[in-house]
């Protein structure tokens, strides 16, 4: 955070604007941080903001006390980048990389490994967590486009789809029995439809015959899944909820069970299984901010003992795991398995 910190071309900052400098970090954690950087006299506080009313408490402003800047350290790292990086361009302007540093770090080391996987694509939100961990970062575009616009390069590089609004269903075929997959987020919804759609796939972990978007909590409106269900006349229907492994997406799971007791309602454990392995390879986001914690015993029981303590650690650390980590290679990669079989 200091070298993010002595980028900033103003001298002041709130201790929300230092906080998303910071990055996923336990409140308790920065606020020793700042205690820190206050003696080592990086930041001095502004006493007239007065303070933030949390424990520990900081004041609500800082000066920023920069020191004369020394990128020696920068200089050595810029010659690390990928060769896409415009290095001259950096060498001249060290600030510029010191400014979006764990960006820029991010997507060198992702080219340097792994650039045969932007050869498939995905959605633009499925890229944005497989390259950064966070799954909003190329949506809000602000600091990526930066990057990009001072490299000369395009967007279309990372080979992403957007995903428009969406169709509330999509019907792969209708028969006697029906298995409805649902599915919390558009771009997950979009991917799998794509899939569905392109490559005539309906297999994953089990046969679906319907993909419904759930629209996040639109799904719990009481009445709203019933009415759905009275329209799929003639065919004994089974639901299956998959969404966020958070606590929101938890409690969406439970209130639309909850809301609609006469009918199948099942949670696609498979699913959030293989998100837990996924998630072995990432450093995972943090919880948003304002999510409340709800009761989730009733939900691991469809885990294993392992899984169980995986997922409430997961949660007790204030961490997440997306949908998008299952992105579209993966599962294309597992519907195409199912085809085999």
Known sequence: MKERLFSLKHKRITVDGMMQLAGPMEYEDFAALVYQYVEENILAPVKS???????????????????????????????????????????????????????????????????????????????????????????????????????????????????????????????????????????????????????????????????????????????RLKEYDNLLTGSINRYYYFGDLDYEGIEIYQTVLENNKELDINLCAALYSWMLVEAKEYSLPRTKLGQKKVDINAFVKSFTVQESEEIKAILDNGLYIPQEILNYPLLKGKMMEGLKR
């Open 49 to 223: 903001a007065g303070k933030n009313g949390r424990r520990p408490s900081l004041y609500n402003k800082y000066w920023i006390v920069k020191p004369e800047s020394d990128y020696s350290t920068a200089l050595e790292e810029i010659k690390l980048l990928h060769p896409w990086f415009d290095h001259s361009k950096y060498a001249k302007h060290p600030e510029m990389y010191v400014r979006y540093k764990r960006e820029i770090d991010l997507i060198s080391n992702f080219l340097w490994e792994n650039a045969d996987r932007l050869k498939e694509p995905m959605s633009m939100n499925e890229r944005s967590f497989q390259i950064w961990g966070m799954e909003k970062l190329l949506k809000d575009k602000s600091i990526i486009k930066s990057i990009f616009n001072y490299n000369d390069w395009h967007l279309s590089l990372l080979n992403f789809y957007e995903t428009p609004e969406p169709f509330f269903e999509y019907i792969f075929s209708n028969e006697n029995e029906m298995n409805i997959l649902i599915v919390e987020n558009k771009d997950t919804w979009f991917s799998l439809r794509k899939i569905m759609r392109e490559n005539k796939l309906n297999q994953l972990f089990r046969n679906y015959q319907v993909l419904l978007y759930g629209e996040g909590k639109k799904i719990t409106s009481r009445n």
